[in-house]
């Protein structure tokens, strides 16, 4: 079992900037990738941005070149650093970790923060 924890959401003026971050705990040694998603109302759950225990990246196309994620093997850390902030981006940001025991992927998930871009 994982636990995955959020943190550094709020309020935020268009072109500001947060930095999310993200605590796992529990079975940590089995997560191979972490990652952010993000939900708006009456909107689809969606990647923003991943990365693998290998540092692989993937990111929104939405997101590139404004968010940089971040990963802290030791720390079981990971950080989405969001800069230039649009009102579009405004969604409740879920952290995810997925794991392999036995051969049997899972995903975890957080509870979420809220991120709103508003002036």
């Known amino acids: 079992q994982v636990q995955l924890v959020e943190s550094g959401g709020g309020l935020v003026q268009p072109g500001g900037s947060l930095r999310l971050s993200c605590a796992a705990s529990g079975s940590i040694s089995s997560i191979n990738a972490m990652g952010w998603y993000r939900q708006a109302p009456g909107k689809e759950r969606e990647l923003v941005a991943a990365?693998?225990?290998?540092?692989?990246?993937n990111y929104a196309d939405s997101v590139k070149g404004r968010f940089t994620i971040s990963r802290d093997n030791a720390k079981n850390t990971v950080d989405l650093q969001m800069n230039n902030l649009k009102p579009e981006d405004t969604a409740v940001y879920y952290c995810n970790a997925k794991s392999f025991i036995i051969g049997i992927p899972s995903n975890y998930w957080g509870q979420g923060t809220q991120v709103t871009v508003s002036s």
């Open positions: 990365i693998t225990g290998g540092g692989r990246i």
